[in-house]
């Protein structure tokens, strides 16, 4: 085949009333009609679910990648209304259908995932995909498309470097959001490119979504005993940056776990839906590959602090897995494992640092921050009020709890303004400070902010996650800088 650089094609309108291309489109589907991948995708469905499957599944790839999909097409449940479209590509096959071009879908995905789509979208003359005993990849993918068109000129779209092989025969390649060096291969090679469609947001910005860097700020607690235990020199600082930076890492890793894990519902969600693995601007696999990596990355610095910091932190990723897995579906469970996911941070400063943790800011914080985590289940309950929904997909709350729940968020916060007046009248506490009746001026501060998130949350002003919100909040900012102030001078 001659070389052909990428050239400039008429737009998609032109194209509607171009005359009929005779020779045959076949389309990939993962990565290239869809931004996902529906092997990895109903795999974390079905892990969901049962997670003990992860032994079953590599029961089955014993068998054949063939095997392996075929089991877990058949336990998956799709919702194919809301998989992520490549919609400038699929513009593109609506028009070349309504040529009268012949469009089939060829793809490594199980038939029982890949026909729905098809039917779906309803512009595909027939499917080519994975039955159970033949895995349509690769070199079985080219062989089933010249059977098909009885090796006659064919053009295809795809994605990735195993796609070589099949643009080596083909007349024409279509690339859609390749993977990295798959155009200049196909350059190098000669072949001859259509078009090249890419609809993924700049990657740099996209994976710093994905890894939540914003949401380290809630690290911040580590650096508590600091304050409580009076612990103000250079070590313990350089511990807890360490500490901050392990946290932030494994983190990162759970945040990319629990996308996985929650594409579907992350998709009905009107914000979430957003989300770069819901959205599909990021490949499944590469999201696993970097979980991987962040994971060894977090625990290897872990390492390095004390060993209650690390059986800390291994309870910190065991409370988040098994929230993700199973406790987040459980009304009233799901929001104290959060609560307690916001404590254990504390509890790691105290353990990096090796000072003792206090029972008064343990009882402070679990209900101050069981009264955050009711702050973010009523916002959500708020958002799906306003798009007439009765319940939060993924979730075991109706619109008609909010009532119940805005109460019990309201009680543990003033209840964890009660914990720290009696902290402040203890004499025992008071004994540490130089100044402790100026202590008491954190109590109307903190009835003042806790008062203000619930009323910003009735309002429907609230983010999804206070305390994203009151690091944006100048009002919320004004009060933990004088919380602060008080706290040293008292000291």
Partial sequence: MSKETLQEQPSLSDQSSAPRDSVPLFVDLDGTLIKTDLLIESAFFLLK??????????????????????????????????????????????????????????????????????????????????????????????????????????????????????????????????????????????????????????????????????????????????????????????????????FGLVASATYLLNDLLDLVSDRHHPRKCKRPFAAGDIGLASGILAMIILFGAGFGMAVQLSDYFLFTLLAYLGLTISYSFYFKRIVLIDVLLLASLYTIRIVAGAYAIEVPVSSWLLGFSMFLFLSLALVKRCTELIAMQRLSRETIKGRDYQVSDYPMLSAMGVAAGYISILVLALFISDPESASKYSYPDLLWLLCPLMAYWVSRLWLKTSRGEMHDDPLIFSLKDQASWIVFINMMMVTLVSI
């Fill in 49 to 246: 679910k049962q997670p003990w499957m992860l032994l079953v599944m590599l029961y089955w790839l014993v068998y054949g990648k063939a095997r392996l999909k075929e089991e877990i097409a058949k336990r998956s449940v799709f919702d194919f209304s809301v998989l992520p479209l490549q919609k400038e590509f699929v513009e593109f096959l609506h028009n070349e259908a309504k040529n009268g071009r012949t469009l089939y879908l060829a793809t490594a995905s199980d038939r029982r995932l890949a026909e729905p789509v098809a039917k779906r979208l309803g512009i595909f003359k027939e499917v080519l995909a994975s039955d159970g005993h033949r895995n349509l990849k690769g070199v079985r993918k080219l062989e089933a498309i010249l059977a098909c068109c009885k090796d006659s000129a064919f053009d295809y779209a795809g994605n990735e470097r195993v796609d070589l092989a099949i643009w080596a025969k083909a007349r024409r390649a279509i690339v859609v959001n390749p993977d990295i060096g798959v155009i200049a291969a196909a350059r190098k090679r000669g072949y001859v490119v259509q078009r090249v469609f890419d609809d993924r947001p700049p990657i740099a910005k996209t994976w710093i979504r994905a890894f939540r860097i914003h949401q380290w700020a809630k690290n911040v607690l580590l650096g508590v005993p600091i304050l409580t235990a009076h612990a103000f020199n250079f070590s313990a600082i350089a511990e807890i940056v360490a500490a901050f930076t392990a």
